[in-house]
């Protein structure tokens, strides 16, 4: 099994569409969750982050974590075409030397068409 | 311009052969990360270095093999190519060796292995 797994779409929606993002992961020892969002040709980009289970907002994106269920979510509302990109949730280490290490789902790519 | 540069954006080189990859980090960042990242196997952690010093290793091939200089910048070296290694190298920094922290993505180099 995996450590985070992903679906990886694609995944097409028409603008002003409220997007669902998923991933699981297998260790209950992760604290810190993160999404990432790349666009083609391109570096990915922190999008945004939280710690431990709870809700975070930030403008049209929305993270979620349950750890109980072992499940972090990405929303964005009202979508727009400039939102079309790969969208990767990353999860760091939870200790030791894989500290520094970030594991990356495999990606879900996102179209917003006008 | 996230502040990490990587050179060159574009490799083309023959199997068999060998190339270096090159890494300048966001100033004042301590950590370099390696990561590989081909469209079956998503973005895979490779190698940290923490100022000078090898703190993690992932899924590295013994034919790979890296370094953080004095002067923070890292360079990845790859031997012996294969067909098969031809992906997006992507080097990434941050300013402590934890993963919660983010990391800042450079633009990643291209490799074409032929």
């Known amino acids: 099994q995996k450590e985070v797994e992903q679906d990886p779409g694609p995944l097409s929606v028409p603008e002003g569409a409220i997007v669902s993002l998923n991933c699981t992961y297998s260790?209950?020892?992760?604290?810190?969750f993160m999404w990432y969002r790349q666009y083609s040709r391109k570096g990915p980009e922190l999008l945004m982050y939280t710690y431990s289970s709870g809700n975070k907002e930030d403008g049209r994106f929305t993270a979620q974590v349950d750890k109980s269920s072992k499940y972090i979510s990405l929303f964005i509302r009202d979508s727009q075409p400039s939102d079309s990109a790969t969208y990767l949730c990353a999860i760091p280490g939870a200790g030791g030397t894989s500290y520094g290490k970030l594991t990356f789902g495999q990606g879900t790519i996102l179209t917003v068409h006008p | 311009d996230s502040g990490v540069t990587q050179t060159p954006k574009h490799l083309i080189t023959a199997t068999g052969q060998r190339v270096t990859l090159r890494c300048s980090p966001r100033?004042?960042?301590?950590?370099v990360y390696w990561y590989q990242q081909s469209l079956d196997q998503g973005l895979q952690f490779l190698i940290h270095y923490y100022n000078g010093e090898e703190r993690a290793k992932g899924n590295i091939l013994e034919r790979f093999s890296a370094q953080q200089f004095p002067d923070l910048h890292s360079e990845l070296n790859l031997s012996s190519l294969e067909l098969g290694d031809s992906a997006l190298y992507f080097c990434?920094?941050?300013?402590?060796?934890?993963?919660?922290?983010?990391?800042?993505f450079g633009s990643g180099t291209r490799l074409t292995v032929v």
């Open positions: 260790n209950s020892a992760f604290q810190y």
């Open positions: 990434a920094s941050s300013v402590f060796a934890r993963g919660q922290d983010g990391y800042t």
């Open positions: 100033s004042g960042d301590l950590s």
